[in-house]
């Protein structure tokens, strides 16, 4: 609780009114800095700390409204007013203490609240700070009895700079004297409560000269007159043994002379009982050293009173010598110091809590001489910057020259110097936001502010200032201040004029895409000319009306509306437009205003028309085409019919609901022949089930009755999903298609039947073209064995070889007939494995004799270690001399050398036999595989299809390429172990 002196409380209340009144003029909280200075000046001890507690509380809360709140800026000068609170209620306090250094006097006295309390005296003082003017008046408390003596130690402390201790006796607030114990030093006087200590009441002391005794001894006349002067004495013999002590003293401690000179068993003086422990040994050695040597002794020590507590003294002795100089005793006096003692403890703690107060405030705290020249930092500062104020001591330039140009942001520097400069020349108040180097070299925003102090003639004593990081808000301003220029850019960017009015229609707002589509600013949209609104100044004389209505309506109902209009555009002419409007209201639901856009939707408008336009062509176009078009459901509903189709089936859907038959099933019933409805239905039903399209073709009852064959397809449409949106379906008229393809398939019975007459003809000649080579063999084998059986001698070695070949050529000439009705009876022969190189040698051989006769070099290479291959012998040797003989007969109109080339060899799992010519080469290489197809003069085309025949019947394959640089080249596969 704050409780302000009844004589200081006019003072406050004048200064607390002119605060007000000067923050009140200036519109600013500096003035309130004022009242809260003085109300420092006024209070004490837990005053002074229930102060800081409440300006600590004020400047966290402001500071947490600062970055929670939404007025950021306006709340910022919040915690700077509380932070210089802090600052100036530590100056005061810490001022007020110096002083008491100076010239102020103190006086400690016991509240009545204590009294009867078990708590030691001197732990329950408190601190009375008052002006030395206020001493004097303090004196009149004192009991009349003890106010000389406490005068004159006060005067004696004053003059000779020597502390003073004296009891006396001090009334209370109820009239009551207590006793007091005053330690009076040069300026300042400290008073405890010592009436508990006091067991008897001391009766006034005599004076100096009324005590004293002749013949004493001197220590006891000297210890008799510090009494007199300072307090209680005490003297010593020559050996260190007690002989004069106050009484008082004595009870105090609660021994007397006797017990403070009886010896204890370890050789220690009895004061051992009163010194404290840890103190006992350095004044025993520092006594000792003095009864040695005679020194002065001066120590400082705690003793333990009667009630067991121990508090501070300071001692002093001097020695007394007789004539030959020889020490005849001491004498010397003790003075409580206990309460010197606690206050300086507090004096030091009370200056540490308010150093770790400046250092703690999250605030850069700092002090400048009336010069400018900076003289502290706080912690919290020079932790920030990376040095202290004997940091920035630079030779030849000043510290605030040097502080600018090491920690301030150089673009800041020149401003700051002469914002500050100015300051200290006005003693304005420095207001200024700038950035400040951090230690690690990163640069932040500061808000800074400073205030002179001045002394009573109204001269600058010191300047006190703190910085505030705003780094943050620096950066969220600047982030707002870039987010308000893209929303501007966003809204003027937008492809749509945005208008804002108030709740009467009054315009308001028009961005920039609006002003320069109609060519008006804001103040143009004021409604003259007769018009009621701007919306009907913009709007095409017959669209006004129902554009108006519209807003008209919404405005008195506070709903949302949208109007499409004509609007006109700065170049004259119309475009239609789409407007569309929000009310924006309050928390009770009143219109405030009303937010619109305004679209260009002329090209929809007119692509719309367009689009009308399309469909109705696209009906009629849909309904002159010569097809039935129809429309399903994706469950198969007939959904439209065209016109074409109507008329051709003489019902539309209207009629098929009436019916019941609008359904798949009753429109195949109704419109279907009955023997093509099953097969309809069902692919209709497997299209809606798997969503495949189909086709098919049906006869459709006509409305005459008459039935006409229809080839129906439909097809699906999906959306971008894959899910089946509707079916489209076509009909087209095939009835004449349909008897023109019976008569044809008539007409190609009649030429198959013929054709294949013609093929067996064919046939028949194939076959003679097959045995027809065996069989010439044999004819000429035959001549030649007449021709030898006629010489003479007759030549029978010769004869008999002939007739050996024409049995061979005989024996082929059945082998070749019993295969080819093998091969058209597509009977199966068994095919044993067999050396493909024996074979190959027996087709060399059989057309040895040609080759020669024709001239023609025959190259075979056969790759050795060939697997045996099974396949017909027969079939496939008539295939080898076929392709042979082709290449011969290829070869006829070329001049030059002719050359075949019969290369046989291993690729994988099969054999791969080639027969290369030098012929003219083949045109067609795919039609000569073709029956009855043949580029020779008198061929019958049947030779290479046998030979794909049965190259194929072996699980081969047969085909041609072109070879290089001319000519053809005939290749068949055998698989290797085929049975």
């Keep these: 609780m704050i409780v302000v002196p009844p004589q200081k409380l006019a003072f406050l209340i004048v200064v607390s009114a002119a605060g007000i009144a000067v923050s009140s003029l200036t519109g600013t909280m500096c003035g309130l800095l004022v009242p809260i200075a003085a109300l420092f000046l006024c209070v004490r001890d837990r005053g002074v700390l229930f102060l800081n507690l409440a300006l600590a509380i004020g400047f966290a809360g402001s500071l947490l409204m600062t970055y929670v709140g939404a007025g950021a800026i306006v709340t910022l000068s919040w915690p700077a007013f509380f932070a210089v609170a802090l600052c100036i209620g530590a100056i005061v306090t810490t001022r007020v203490s110096a002083s008491r250094d100076v010239g102020t006097a103190g006086l400690a006295t016991q509240s009545p609240s204590d009294k009867g309390t078990s708590r030691p005296a001197a732990a329950r003082a408190s601190f009375d700070e008052t002006t030395a003017a206020d001493v004097v008046s303090s004196l009149n408390l004192i009991h009349p009895e003890d106010r000389q003596a406490a005068a004159h130690a006060a005067a004696r402390a004053f003059w000779t700079g020597v502390p003073q201790v004296t009891r006396h006796r001090r009334r209370q607030s109820d009239g009551s004297y207590r006793w007091t114990e005053t330690r009076s030093e040069p300026g300042y006087v400290v008073s405890v409560d010592i009436n508990d200590l006091v067991t008897e009441r001391e009766p006034p002391r005599a004076t100096a000269s009324s005590r004293f005794v002749e013949n004493e001894p001197e220590p006891m006349r000297s210890a008799r007159v510090i009494e007199s002067l300072f307090g209680d004495g005490w003297a010593f013999d020559a050996d260190g043994r007690w002989i004069y002590l106050h009484p008082f003293a004595q009870s105090s401690l609660g021994m007397t002379l006797d017990d403070l000179n009886a010896p204890l068993e370890d050789g220690h003086a009895a004061w051992k009982k009163l010194l404290h422990p840890d103190d006992y040994d350095r004044v025993d050695d520092a006594w000792r050293h003095c009864l040695q040597t005679g020194d002065h002794f001066n120590v400082e020590f705690r003793f333990r009173r009667v009630t067991g507590g121990y508090v501070w003294a300071r001692a002093a002795a001097r020695p007394t010598r007789d004539e030959q100089g ?78 600018i140009e090491r920690a301030v942001h150089p673009e800041d520097a020149a401003l700051l110097r002469k914002t500050l400069s100015s300051c200290l020349i006005t003693g304005d108040s420095f207001d200024l936001r700038y950035r400040l180097r951090r230690a690690d070299g990163v640069y ?38 870039k987010s308000e220029r893209q929303l501007q850019q966003l809204v003027d960017a937008v492809p749509a004029s945005i208008w804002c009015t108030a709740r009467d229609g009054t315009p308001l707002y028009r961005n920039k895409r609006h002003a320069n589509t109609t060519g008006a600013s804001l103040k143009d949209f004021t409604v003259t000319g007769g018009y009621s609104s701007p919306l009907a100044a913009m709007a095409h004389p017959d669209d006004r009306a129902a554009a108006e209505q519209v807003r008209a309506s919404a405005f008195e109902s506070g709903r949302s509306y949208v109007v499409r209009y004509r609007q ?6 119309y475009r239609w437009t789409e407007s569309r409007a929000e009310p924006l209201r309050d928390e009770s639901g009143e219109v405030l205003r009303w937010y619109g856009v305004s679209v260009d939707v002329h090209d929809l408008v007119t692509a719309q028309e367009a689009l009308q336009r399309s469909e109705r062509e696209l009906s009629q176009l849909v309904n002159l085409l010569p097809v039935h078009i129809r429309r399903l459901s994706p469950e198969g509903e007939t959904m439209f019919f065209n016109k074409r189709l109507v008329d051709f089936v003489g019902l539309d859907l209207a009629e098929l609901d009436k019916l019941g038959m609008s359904g798949l099933a009753g429109t195949v019933q109704v419109l279907v022949h009955p023997d093509d409805a099953a097969s309809l239905k069902e692919t209709i039903s497997h299209a809606l089930a798997t969503g495949e399209s189909y086709a098919n073709r049906y006869r459709v009852r006509r409305a005459d009755g008459v039935y006409r064959w229809m080839e129906g397809r439909g097809e699906p449409v999906r959306d971008q999903h894959g899910a089946i949106l509707q079916w489209y379906g076509i009909s087209i008229d095939i009835d004449g298609e349909v008897r023109a393809q019976e008569e044809l398939r008539l007409a190609r019975d009649a030429v198959a039947r013929a054709s294949q007459a013609a093929s067996l003809a064919e046939l028949s000649a194939s076959i003679a073209h097959e045995v027809n080579q065996p069989l010439a063999a044999i004819v000429a084998n ?77 190259t075979i290479d056969v790759e050795r270690n060939l697997p045996p291959i099974a396949f017909d012998r027969v079939q496939i040797q008539q295939v080898l001399i076929n392709l042979i003989r082709n290449g011969f007969d290829a070869m006829d109109s070329v001049a030059g050398e002719k050359a075949l080339e019969l290369r046989v060899h291993r690729i994988g799992d099969v054999v791969r036999t080639e027969i290369r010519d030098r012929g003219v080469g083949i045109e067609s290489s795919e039609k000569i595989f073709d029956p009855f197809f043949t580029t020779k003069e008198h061929g019958m085309g049947m030779g290479l299809a046998i030979c794909r025949s049965i190259v194929e019947s072996h699980g081969g394959q047969l085909w041609t390429e072109k070879n290089q640089p001319n000519g053809a080249v005939f290749i068949f596969t055998l698989l290797i172990g085929q049975a």
């Design 444 to 481: 932040r925003w500061m808000s800074s502010r400073a205030e002179p102090m001045r002394d009573d003639a109204r001269r600058i004593v010191q300047w006190y200032g703190l910085c505030h990081d705003i780094d943050g808000q620096m950066h969220a301003e600047e982030a707002l201040r």
């Design 568 to 573: 006109i555009r700065s170049d004259g002419t």
């Design 782 to 858: 035959s001549h030649a064995c007449q021709r030898w059986l006629k010489t003479e001698p007759p030549n029978l070695e010769r004869a008999q070889t002939t007739v050996e070949r024409v049995i061979r050529d005989a024996n082929s000439a059945a082998d070749v007939v019993g295969r080819i009705r093998a091969l058209f009876k597509q009977s199966v022969e068994p095919r044993n494995y067999t050396a493909f190189d024996g074979v190959i040698d027996e087709a060399r051989n059989l057309m040895a004799d040609e080759a020669a006769r024709r001239r023609i070099r025959m």
């Design 326 to 403: 020889r020490i005849t005793g001491w004498y010397g006096i003790a003075l409580d110091v206990d309460v010197y003692k606690r206050t300086v403890a507090a004096l030091r703690d009370r200056e540490r809590e308010l150093s770790h107060l400046v250092d703690m405030v999250p605030s850069l705290i700092w002090r400048l001489a009336p010069d400018g020249e900076p003289i502290f930092f706080n912690k919290r500062m020079v932790n920030f910057l990376g040095l202290d104020v004997v940091g920035t001591d630079k030779p030849g330039v000043t510290r605030l020259a040097a502080f």
